[in-house]
């Protein structure tokens, strides 16, 4: 009779063991999974950070555009809105100045084609 006892005892013993080790597997494996999602969780949300800041940046180069176009027509038009200067005749000096300068050129000319 002892040895029946032992022999439940013993296969009680190796059913509780049993199931320990099943459901330190099953908890093994429930915190994989939640690593795994708390990695994926991480993933998306370093990628809505990154998509976040680039949504900003280009509302900023939109809004940076729009400005410079504003900017370019305000230039266009200050440039449009200068008068043209006329032409200032030149005085005597300078012209008698700019003859001789080409006499003295156009006689050198000839000298080194003689030459």
Do not use: C, F
Not at 7 to 21: D, E, P, R
């Amino acid at each position: 009779m002892y040895n029946i006892i032992e022999w439940v005892l013993l296969a009680l013993a190796l059913l509780g063991i049993g199931y320990g080790g099943i459901q330190k597997k099953k908890a093994a494996k429930a915190t994989k999974a939640k690593e795994k999602a708390e990695e994926k969780l991480e993933v998306v949300t370093i990628k809505e950070k990154v998509g976040a800041q680039a949504s900003e940046a280009k509302d900023d180069l939109v809004k940076k555009q729009k400005q410079n176009q504003a900017e370019e027509k305000e230039v266009i038009q200050s440039i449009t809105s200068i008068p043209k200067e006329k032409e200032v005749p030149l005085s005597e000096e300078s012209t008698k100045a700019a003859a001789d300068q080409s006499a003295r050129v156009a006689a050198r000319a000839k000298r080194l084609q003689n030459n």
